[in-house]
């Protein structure tokens, strides 16, 4: 544990002065997301201004709702993408070859080694925005729904990242990843704009239990809202542990089905 601290830290320092000696690495993110952010903030506004609920949820769940989600991508995109995203590749091209023969895991040197602080702005942001969402619901927060949202958001980043390993795990079995990749972002674009309370059935099964975006921004709000039940609380712990486990599983029989490209 302490060895894989002191890599960690290295690998920072390294990706740090990578970042800024190519700033435009550092700045780019950074637009990008402020601007997804906006357009999000523009639709949510059009769609407001028809109607005042959507499912249960008011006005107030909603802008808390978006934040959420966007609170967990900033987190996602600062710390683990850009090292997972580049997964497929390793696998195609060999380059998967140099992680397996360090005396660190792979998995970890992979999530760490593209750490982008250039998104940092847009946790506050989000921050912003679900402090805005509170005041126009009405809500009373106290420390435990502080507390408790805090934990699940959390757990719903270690979600989002466990998804993503697994998929891109999948290139270990087959040569193009495209059409899996399509899917996870067909998900995510419909996660991001519809709260999970509103699916319903075979929707709801899948989003939530199969692959379960639904809950990635559903489960917080209701938590800071306090309008998630204990079974509810219980459910989105247990999703984090049998993905996180089924993650580490997959993971390991990818690699073991790897062929070196020495070989």
């Known amino acids: 544990m302490k060895n894989n601290y002191r890599f960690i830290k290295e690998l920072l320092k390294l990706r740090m002065s990578h970042l800024m000696a190519f700033r435009l690495g550092f700045f780019g993110p950074l637009f990008v997301d402020v601007s997804l952010f906006f357009i999000q903030l523009l639709v949510f506004q059009a769609i407001f201004s028809n109607v005042d609920r959507i499912g249960s949820w008011g006005q107030g769940e909603m802008i808390i709702f978006i934040g959420t989600f ?55 942001f989000s921050v912003g925005v679900i402090a805005y969402g509170v005041s126009v619901g009405g809500f009373q927060i106290g420390m ?31 040569i193009s990843t495209t059409g899996i990749l399509k899917l996870e972002e067909a998900g995510l674009d419909l996660c991001m704009k519809i709260p999970g309370v509103i699916f319903q059935r075979g929707f709801k099964i899948f989003f939530y239990a199969i692959l379960p975006y639904g809950v990635i921004a559903t489960l917080p709000t209701q938590v800071l809202t306090s309008s998630l039940s204990v079974p509810g609380i219980i459910f989105g712990m247990g999703i984090v542990a049998v993905f996180t486990a089924l993650m580490l599983w997959f993971w390991k029989l990818g690699l073991r089905h790897y062929n070196s490209a020495s070989s």
């Open 70 to 124: 966007s609170l967990v991508d900033a987190i996602n995109m600062t710390v683990y993408f850009f090292g997972v995203l580049t997964i497929p590749d390793k696998v195609r091209t060999g380059e998967m070859d140099l992680y397996l023969t360090k005396p660190v895991s792979p998995l970890l040197r992979i999530t760490f080694e593209k750490v982008n602080p250039g998104t940092l702005p847009q946790l506050l």
């Open 144 to 174: 435990i729904q502080v507390i408790g949202y805090i934990l699940f958001i959390a757990i719903m980043t270690l979600l989002f990242y466990d998804l993503e390993i697994m998929l891109r795990t999948t290139s270990f079995f087959i």
